[in-house]
Nanobody, 115 residues
Framework: QVQLVESGGGLVQPGGSLTLSCAASRSIVSFLRIGWYRQAPGKQRELVAA???????NYADSVKGRFTISRDNAKNTVYLQMNSLKPEDTAVYYC?????????WGQGTQVTVSS
């Protein structure tokens, strides 16, 4: 069993920045992949950014150049640095970890971009 706890969401003005954190209950390098997804009202959940156990990353086209995924192995934590936020980035952001047997989701954290 793996627990993922997200934090760092909130209300921010357009153009602002936020950093989300996802703390895992075990070593994050053991995951095949760990990443961030988001779901806006009335829309499907979509991949935002992900990182493999080896450190390779990929991003949704809509966030390339603005968002950065990173990790602190010692803290078993993955981060999502979000810059130049836009109203269309408003969503619940979820952390997801993929193992060889199961996938795990966090409870989500709300990000609202509004003036």
């Amino acid at each position: 069993q793996v627990q993922l706890v997200e934090s760092g969401g909130g209300l921010v003005q357009p153009g602002g920045s936020l950093t989300l954190s996802c703390a895992a209950s075990r070593s994050i390098v053991s995951f095949l992949r760990i990443g961030w997804y988001r779901q806006a009202p009335g829309k499907q959940r979509e991949l935002v950014a992900a990182m493999t156990g080896g450190g390779s990353t990929n991003y949704a086209d809509s966030v390339k150049g603005r968002f950065t995924i990173s990790r602190d192995n010692a803290k078993n934590t993955v981060y999502l640095q979000m810059n130049s936020l836009k109203p269309e980035d408003t969503a619940v952001y979820y952390c997801k970890a993929i193992t060889t047997t199961l996938n795990y989701w966090g409870q989500g954290t709300q990000v609202t971009v509004s003036s």
